[in-house]
């Protein structure tokens, strides 16, 4: 049950538009509004906002990342004109 959700789910993030708006609001995340803001003297269990936040971000995105590639097909034409190559 939960693998046919999770295929439906990665078949939509096939699109293209999905990148682009992902590494849009990557780029915006790294800007000064939201740099202004995690760029506190607080720490949460010893350690600086704005590390936990960098920390956090790259992890969230090496995630985002994987189900984009793991979604993508691979090009079966690839496949089909090394299996024909002469060795």
Avoid: C
């Amino acid at each position: 049950m939960w693998r046919s959700h999770l295929q439906r789910f990665l078949k939509r993030l096939h699109l293209r538009e999905s990148w682009v708006i992902f590494f849009v609001l990557g780029n915006v995340m790294l800007n000064f509004p939201f740099l202004k803001i995690f760029n506190q003297p607080t720490t949460i269990l010893g350690f600086p906002l704005m590390y936990l936040y960098f920390t956090l971000g790259w992890a969230i995105s090496i995630g985002v990342i994987y189900l984009f590639a793991s979604s993508a097909e691979p090009d079966q034409t690839e496949y089909h004109s090394e299996e024909q190559a002469p060795r």
